[in-house]
């Protein structure tokens, strides 16, 4: 993903938040991966890494057009110490295997709102995603509008579309995880089909979709 990290040195700057570290210090527009994202999960759990975590997931998830970035960061810079606290909790969470539903609810209220303003579940489930760092078997997975949007024909029949509670989001991953197991029977077991490729395939569902109706409309 294409991230325009001026854009974002000066709205964290006029925030008085944090600078970014890394490759997005740098400036320009720089090319972040999900790889890079997961190495900062493997860093020292501390309050200044989950920060970095944080951004780093937003620009990610964001891109270039980095829509509303200027409010997410004014939910950080209402309470940055409250925030930090919550970020470093739900890492910690993931780190030592708390249920799914667990972290999730660190971020999230019980009725999917945010605990902190602006990260809602599609910020939030990225972070959880990343905290897991370079992990084989991703427990915690990305949920958002669009993949909400393609299981519902076939696997999630009037599922809401934008705020999910804690027991929601839980049942979402283990279904995702149960179906790459099957994938990887499927194969033999000649390799593992991993649950975020799923994910990632529902994502990608969205382009395939569109595309298709573009031609149609031709």
Request: glycine share 6%; with cysteine; charged share 25%.
């Amino acid at each position: 993903m294409i991230v325009d990290s001026d854009r974002w040195k000066e709205a964290l700057a006029e925030r008085g938040l944090p600078p970014l570290q890394g490759m997005l210090a740098e400036g320009g527009r720089v090319s972040v991966s999900r790889k890079d994202i997961f190495d900062l999960g493997e860093k020292t759990l501390d309050s200044e890494n989950a920060l970095q975590l944080l951004y780093y997931s937003l620009a990610w998830g964001l891109g270039t057009r980095a829509s509303r970035l200027h409010q997410r960061l004014d939910g950080l810079a209402k309470n940055p110490q409250k925030a930090e606290k919550l970020l470093v909790d739900a890492w910690t969470s993931v780190k030592r295997e708390a249920p799914v539903k667990e972290a999730y609810g660190t971020l999230i209220f019980d009725r999917g709102r945010a605990r902190i303003s602006w990260l809602g579940p599609a910020f939030a489930t990225k972070f959880l995603y990343f905290a897991q760092g370079n992990e084989a078997d991703a427990r915690h997975l990305i949920l958002d509008q669009v993949v909400a949007k393609n299981l519902r024909p076939d696997a999630w029949p009037g599922s809401p579309t934008a705020a999910w509670f804690p027991e929601i989001y839980e049942r979402y991953c283990n279904l995702l995880s149960a179906w790459a197991k099957e994938a990887s029977e499927k194969l033999c077991n000649s390799r593992e089909v991993s649950a975020d490729e799923i994910e990632m395939t529902l994502f990608k569902r969205h382009k395939w979709m569109t595309q298709g109706e573009q031609v149609s409309a031709g």
